[in-house]
């Protein structure tokens, strides 16, 4: 039965992705502002709005992301059981796929929002610093030895306590708010669905990744663990 459930994850994810890409560029209305006197605000984003539901969502993922790799590293300090670790590495390795993607819409959304690719705001300057966490978590495994899980566990549980500093920086002179006062779920229903299914749909291929990732890191450290116990033994040189 556990042989399908990625498969079934995957044609979940990938069917809501089509509903949700319908209803973006289909259904969702594209954003735009008109003074009483019939004039354009200069807020308007236009079609370019609708990199939100792909920013938006993929932030989240990020967040979920991070909060299992935080979770799962310190129950790793606590139990020392190899099998959190594996949870922890294979969800970073998945944050970072999704810190990428944040970093790079979030850019084109700043480029037409506020006419340059970066704008050393809050949100934008401490997202960029968790990713690199998430990058130096990863090089940590690759290279720093023995202790190399222990250090990682650290980083992971350093980020997963940035999470909520990010989520709240929101200001009307900083990074643009997803909803009324910061809060998607108090976007207009015109935008609801669209974003609820892009949401849904980035979370089915989230819980997909990270399955697969875990058992690709789960594989890695048995093959490891033979291949360490073999030269124990004499089996190997």
């Known amino acids: 039965m556990k042989r399908f459930v990625v498969p079934v994850l995957a044609a979940l994810s990938a069917v809501t992705l089509a509903v949700a890409i319908y209803y973006i560029f289909v259904k969702a209305p594209v954003q735009y502002s008109i003074t009483d006197d019939n004039r354009l605000v200069g807020s308007s984003l236009f079609y370019n709005q609708k990199i939100f539901y792909f920013h938006v969502a993929h932030s989240f993922m990020l967040f979920a992301a991070v909060g299992v790799a935080g979770v799962a590293s310190a129950v790793f300090l606590k139990t020392r059981n190899p099998k959190w670790d594996d949870v922890a590495a294979a969800s ?134 033979l291949r360490e116990r073999g030269l124990d033994l004499g089996v190997l040189q």
């Open 92 to 225: 970073v390795d998945v944050a970072v796929l999704f810190g990428a993607v944040v970093l790079a819409t979030g850019s084109i959304w700043a480029k037409v929002a506020w006419g340059t690719w970066w704008n050393w705001e809050p949100r934008l300057t401490m997202s960029l610093l968790l990713w690199l966490i998430l990058v130096g978590y990863s090089l940590v495994r690759k290279f720093a030895g023995a202790s190399a899980d222990r250090i990682a566990a650290g980083m992971a549980i350093f980020g997963m306590v940035g999470v909520p500093f990010i989520y709240k920086m929101v200001g009307e002179d900083s990074h643009p708010p997803s909803g009324a006062n910061g809060v998607v779920a108090n976007l207009g229903s015109e935008y609801k669905i669209a974003f609820l299914m892009s949401a849904i749909a980035f979370l089915l291929w989230f819980l997909t990744l990270t399955i697969v990732r875990v058992q690709g890191t789960r594989a890695e450290r048995e093959v490891r663990e």
